[in-house]
């Protein structure tokens, strides 16, 4: 594995740097860089700050915001757009889009654990229009039409 360089600036001194926490993990967590708690109730969103930006050393990567499982499984917190997409070329502060899918209110606390930002190559796709497709068994089936259920 060759790891990539990223280099990650404080925006305020409240600003935790992210880290990996094991040695195996894919991710590095995020966290709140909020000076109280904030709490989300059942059905809202809200924009958490973590202080920090960054910068790829190549444009050939993409980071990705994804939910931590402990917060989604035990309180219903996810993110509010599924997977945050932050390009190569963003150096405004890393901002994580919350939504309580669970019952009861959730407070997310200064320096809490609240996302993973995940690394990934990118692939430019070079367009080219055409008015055929080549034939597949598939053909255009859609969402189901794969399984027997």
Known sequence: MHPIRIKIKRLRKTAIIPEYATEGSAALDLHADVDKPITISPGERALIPTGIAMEPENRGVVALLCARSGLSTKH???????VGVIDSDYRGEILVSMINNGSL????????????LLFMPVFHAEIIKTEALKETLRGSGGFGSTGTK
Request: glycine share 10%; charged share 15%.
């Open 76 to 82: 219903g917190l996810a993110l509010a757009n599924s």
């Open 105 to 116: 209110p959730y407070s997310i606390e200064p320096g809490e654990r609240i996302a993973q």
